[in-house]
């Protein structure tokens, strides 16, 4: 399995991005993906989640109603379109892939769920 993230950049606050993923090597019809970001000296914290099988999504309370993942069936591809940017926003960002959704939320959320890992893109805003 092979995750190529892109999508990253330099943006002000307020600004946009959207974040792509793009998977190969393996049928995505079971799998859940998510959005992970990483700031310098911080742990790894869970930003979206979506299972492709219904596109059902979760997302952490401080990208709610600014962030919106979304998956493409053709193009096996999520993205993560990012509005209303903030500088604490800015991140390494990390996508993701469970082989099996896991219907458990709180596993959902833990990078240990995912066996599958992006190169990562940085998003930087500036203040």
């Known amino acids: 399995v092979q995750l190529q993230a892109s999508g990253g950049g330099v943006v002000p606050t307020g600004g946009s991005l959207r974040l792509s993923c793009a998977a190969s090597?393996?049928?995505?019809?079971?799998?859940?993906m998510a959005w992970f970001r990483q700031s310098p000296g911080k742990e790894r914290e869970f930003v979206a989640a979506?299972?492709?099988?219904?596109?059902?999504?979760d997302y952490v309370d401080s990208v709610k109603g600014r962030f919106t993942i979304s998956r493409d069936r053709a193009k096996t591809t999520v993205y993560l379109q990012m509005e209303s940017l903030k500088p604490e926003d800015t991140a390494v960002y990390y996508c993701?892939?469970?082989?099996?959704?896991?219907?458990?939320?709180?596993?959902?959320?833990?990078?240990?769920?995912?066996?599958?890992w992006g190169q990562g893109t940085q998003v930087t805003v500036s203040s």
């Open positions: 090597g393996r049928s995505l019809g079971s799998s859940g």
């Open positions: 993701a892939l469970d082989p099996i959704y896991n219907v458990d939320w709180i596993s959902r959320t833990r990078p240990p769920t995912y066996d599958y």
């Open positions: 979506i299972r492709w099988s219904t596109a059902s999504t």
